[in-house]
């Protein structure tokens, strides 16, 4: 099984030109993955919470526009 450091070996000998597509891969690979977190978390009720919280401080004007 390949260890987290023989990965980083690998990648700290890639010619620039791969490094370039291999980071632009990486990026996608780890939104995709961090999305399905959140979309897991928030059908579990996990997220529940810190939305009640967020809107009783917009309904108690403690939030400002952006």
């Known amino acids: 099984m390949t260890t ?8 700290e000998r890639l010619p620039p030109r791969e ?3 291999f980071r632009a891969w990486f990026e996608t690979f780890d939104a995709e993955r961090f999305d399905a977190a959140i ?8 997220l529940d919470a810190l939305a009640d919280e967020a809107l009783a401080a917009y309904r108690a004007g403690q939030s400002r526009d952006l």
Not at 4 to 11: H, Q
Not at 39 to 46: I, M, P
């Open 39 to 46: 979309e897991r978390d928030a059908k579990a009720g996990k």
């Open 19 to 21: 490094l370039a597509r």
């Open 4 to 11: 987290a450091e023989d990965i980083e070996k690998a990648v």
